[in-house]
């Protein structure tokens, strides 16, 4: 360990990946090509919502904004991680200060916007009439501020009292990447005021968010109920599907990651955990929205020169 008058640690060294050189360069490979698809098919569907004006309404506005986050976030850990990967596993206290804070931040606004998102839903279904009247360019810029809002606040409670504990001992983080349950084991001094606040920040940032997302669905449901036609019935749960399954990908990990003080969340599973709402969700947000979406088919073939989509 290195460390300042022999008290202060001054890096950390992840130990998510042991060095292996069989089994390291497979897993390169792995995580780049899955980091790769994620660029590109993050941006795609920004591209195309943004080209194709049949895409310029609310709901792919925010389909485009959690595509943005989705970058941000896995770009904040994962070209890290491949470098660890093949050689170097230290990080200076510094920089791991600064990916937590900006995996938090993002990840923060992203819970909120799932939110957002169900409340979009819920316009668009039980009010159609006033959808677009309500729903208006600066409501929707609005609302993304307001998540970002959340996600700057948030990231700060996590990352200032996190980062405002000595930490003198080990500096072994049996994790892939900067993490707040992860650094925590290492301070040394009690938690237990730690655990407190974030249970109360991971109670106001994933589990508000999330219980709203329950109640305006629960209501949406109530609503397709009572449509007469089971095609209208069909579409309209069709529209809600794929947000759901998002939503579900994303919170069940994250609340038992962040809603779990004092316990061994950071365990092998735990970090598979971590990888899966870091990794797979982000790549399988823009695959979710777009697979069964015929909008979004007719754009990419348009852009593409490919003449009509097949229906």
Same mark, same amino acid.
């Given at each position: 360990?290195?460390?300042?008058?022999?008290?202060?640690?001054?890096? @950390?060294?992840?130990?998510?990946?042991?060095?292996?050189?069989?089994?390291?360069? !497979?897993?390169?490979?792995?995580?780049?090509?899955?980091?790769?698809?994620?660029?590109?098919?993050?941006?795609?569907?920004?591209?195309?919502?943004?080209?194709?004006?049949?895409?310029?309404?609310?709901?792919?506005?925010?389909?485009?904004?959690?595509?943005?986050?989705?970058?941000?976030?896995?770009?904040?850990?994962?070209?890290?991680? !491949?470098?660890?990967?093949?050689?170097?596993?230290? %990080?200076?206290?510094?920089?791991?200060?600064?990916?937590?804070?900006?995996?938090?931040?993002?990840?923060?606004?992203?819970?909120?916007? @799932?939110?957002?998102?169900?409340?979009?839903?819920?316009?668009?279904?039980?009010?159609?009439?006033?959808? $677009?009247?309500?729903?208006?360019?600066?409501?929707? &810029?609005?609302?993304?501020?307001?998540?970002?809002?959340?996600?700057?606040?948030?990231?700060?409670?996590?990352? @200032?009292?996190?980062?405002?504990?000595?930490?003198?001992?080990?500096?072994?983080?049996?994790?892939?990447?900067?993490?707040?349950?992860?650094?925590?084991?290492?301070?040394?001094?009690?938690?237990?005021?730690?655990? !407190?606040?974030?249970?109360?920040?991971? #109670?106001?940032?994933?589990?508000?968010? &999330?219980? &709203?997302?329950?109640?305006?669905?629960?209501?949406? #449901?109530?609503?397709?109920?009572?449509?007469?036609?089971?095609?209208?019935?069909? $579409?309209? @749960?069709?529209?809600?599907?794929?947000?759901?399954?998002?939503?579900?990908?994303?919170?069940?990990?994250?609340?038992?990651?962040?809603?779990?003080?004092?316990?061994?969340?950071?365990?092998?599973?735990? $970090?598979?955990?971590?990888?899966?709402?870091? %990794?797979?969700?982000?790549?399988?947000?823009?695959? %979710?929205?777009?697979?069964?979406?015929?909008?979004?088919? $007719?754009?990419? #073939?348009?852009?593409?020169?490919?003449?009509?989509?097949?229906?």
């Amino acid at each position: 360990m290195r460390a300042v008058n022999q008290c202060t640690v001054t890096e @950390f060294i992840l130990l998510g990946f042991a060095p292996n050189p069989w089994i390291n360069p !497979l897993l390169f490979t792995f995580f780049l090509v899955f980091y790769l698809l994620i660029l590109v098919s993050s941006s795609l569907l920004i591209t195309l919502i943004h080209q194709d004006s049949r895409l310029h309404t609310p709901m792919y506005f925010f389909i485009g904004v959690l595509s943005i986050l989705d970058v941000c976030y896995t770009t904040t850990t994962m070209p890290q991680m !491949l470098v660890h990967i093949l050689s170097k596993r230290a %990080i200076s206290f510094a920089r791991c200060v600064a990916q937590m804070y900006i995996f938090l931040l993002f990840g923060v606004t992203e819970s909120w916007l @799932f939110s957002i998102m169900s409340v979009d839903r819920y316009m668009a279904i039980c009010q159609p009439l006033r959808y $677009k009247v309500i729903m208006s360019r600066w409501v929707c &810029l609005a609302l993304v501020g307001i998540c970002v809002a959340y996600g700057v606040v948030g990231g700060l409670c996590y990352t @200032f009292f996190a980062m405002h504990l000595p930490y003198c001992g080990p500096n072994e983080i049996d994790h892939y990447f900067c993490e707040v349950p992860a650094i925590l084991k290492l301070a040394c001094a009690d938690t237990s005021l730690n655990d !407190l606040v974030d249970l109360v920040t991971g #109670f106001n940032v994933i589990v508000v968010p &999330l219980s &709203l997302v329950v109640i305006v669905y629960g209501n949406i #449901f109530a609503a397709i109920i009572k449509i007469h036609s089971a095609q209208g019935q069909i $579409k309209a @749960f069709s529209t809600c599907a794929s947000h759901i399954t998002v939503v579900t990908m994303f919170a069940i990990p994250c609340i038992i990651m962040y809603m779990s003080p004092g316990s061994d969340s950071l365990s092998n599973s735990g $970090k598979k955990m971590a990888l899966f709402y870091n %990794i797979a969700t982000a790549f399988l947000n823009p695959v %979710i929205h777009s697979l069964r979406n015929k909008d979004v088919k $007719k754009a990419f #073939f348009k852009l593409m020169g490919w003449g009509r989509a097949p229906e």
